[in-house]
């Protein structure tokens, strides 16, 4: 037996998603729209609600870093996810360290073990919740220790996750 639901609750069933720690100049917003737009060009694409601060500064700046985060940065996701850079300097409240990037003016979070550098490209008002900005990706840093299955989903049961078992491979398509 299936029950139904409105769309507006309804959408909350969909499953877990990856949640970063954006940074744009000098502020770090957390961030769970976020996806791959495209593979050539490399495109991630992120949706900010225009009333954040940070939306004023992707679009003043033109650019945004992805930092992946671990499950030792929750205090931080929901530090920068309920904080706003227009009271404090994130950064500092945290003790996460600035590290100057190779394409953007924007600073990487030394702590995250991923790091990508977009520009953006292109930005898209759907008339809804959150307006999306496509950054095309410049430079990607990738600490060697680097395991995906310690970085964070997050799911709109409000539920925080490691990503779970693998269980199964595809053969790669024959060219
Ligand atoms: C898990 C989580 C995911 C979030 N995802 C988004 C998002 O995708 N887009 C967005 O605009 N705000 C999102 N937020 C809310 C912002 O992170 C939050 O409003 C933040 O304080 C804004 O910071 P700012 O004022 O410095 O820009 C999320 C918050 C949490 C806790």
Not at 106 to 122: A, D, F, G, R, S
Not at 139 to 149: F, G, L, N, R, T
Request: proline share 6%; aromatic share 10%; glycine share 6%.
């Amino acid at each position: 037996m299936k029950k139904e639901y409105s769309p507006y609750e309804g959408i909350h069933a969909f499953p877990p998603f990856p949640v970063v720690l954006l940074t744009v100049k000098d502020n770090i917003i957390t961030v769970g729209a976020v996806h791959i737009f495209s593979f050539d060009p490399p495109l991630y694409g992120v949706g900010i609600v225009p009333k954040r601060y940070s939306y004023k500064l992707v679009e003043e700046a033109n650019e945004f870093v992805i930092n992946f985060p671990t499950r030792e940065q929750i205090e931080a996701l929901e530090f920068c996810g309920t904080k706003s850079g227009r009271e404090v300097d994130k950064f500092k409240k945290l003790g996460l360290t600035p590290q100057r990037g190779k394409a953007v003016e924007t600073m990487l979070i030394k702590e995250c073990p991923v790091n990508i550098e977009c520009k953006v490209i292109k930005k898209i008002d759907l008339g809804g919740t959150h307006t999306w900005f496509i950054g095309e990706i410049q430079a990607v840093h990738i600490d060697e220790k680097y395991d995906a299955s310690h970085t964070l989903v997050y799911d709109l049961q409000r539920k925080y996750r490691t990503i779970g078992e693998v269980v199964f491979t595809r053969p790669k398509a024959k060219k």
